[in-house]
């Protein structure tokens, strides 16, 4: 509930949150090697494409690693300074803003139009690994029980990246659900998981699509310029 008293906090908690979940953490790892992310095959910056761009899957794990510290960290600043009176506000908040600051980047976007001289276009991830790392503030254990036994162990299997994330994403969440029910979570936490889900439902909707028509591209597949 927005007052007097933490409106300020709360505005604090969005622009922070929005310009950490900007950071384009893909964009800075693929132009070490003197790869631009964004003109690379699918060009979005998450851990599958710049495995595919660098050709090694330890380089998207250490993209995903650095995705989902970015939630951590934004979090943690609204948790501990911002508005610590009103923790699962703060929490809502800056969860849905990080991972919509990861998305829709204010620096990727810039970056990619000084690029192309001046013709916007606008940059960004799918959000998947900063959403885990908004579930692991909160629910630790469930999210990486979920995202080993399910999302990887799938992954691996199918060699779908894609259907990993969203199943092991919602594994995590209906667990996050059976936790609220059983009062092992606060109900205050519903907004959150309601606003993440639409956020990588709408996201992940091509994956969704090509998932169901059986075009969607392989783990192991690297990305053509």
Known sequence: MVTENNILPLLLIIITSYLIGSIPIAYFI????????????????????????????????????????????????????????EKWTAFTISSVVVVVGHNWSLFATLINTAANQGKLTIRGGKGGATAFGTMLMVAPVQTIIGMLTIGVLLAIRTRYVSLGVLSAFASAMLWMLVLVAQSLLPREILPYLLLISLLIIWRFRENIQSLLAGTERKLGEKAQA
Do not use: Q, Y
């Not at 494409?49 to 951590?72: E, F």
């Open 30 to 85: 693929a132009k070490a090697r003197n790869i631009n992310i964004f003109e690379v095959g699918s060009g979005n910056m998450g851990g599958t494409n710049v495995a595919r761009a660098l050709g090694g899957v330890h380089w998207g794990v250490l993209t995903i690693t650095l995705d989902a510290m970015k939630a951590v960290v934004a979090i943690g600043l609204a948790w501990n300074f911002l508005l610590p009176s």
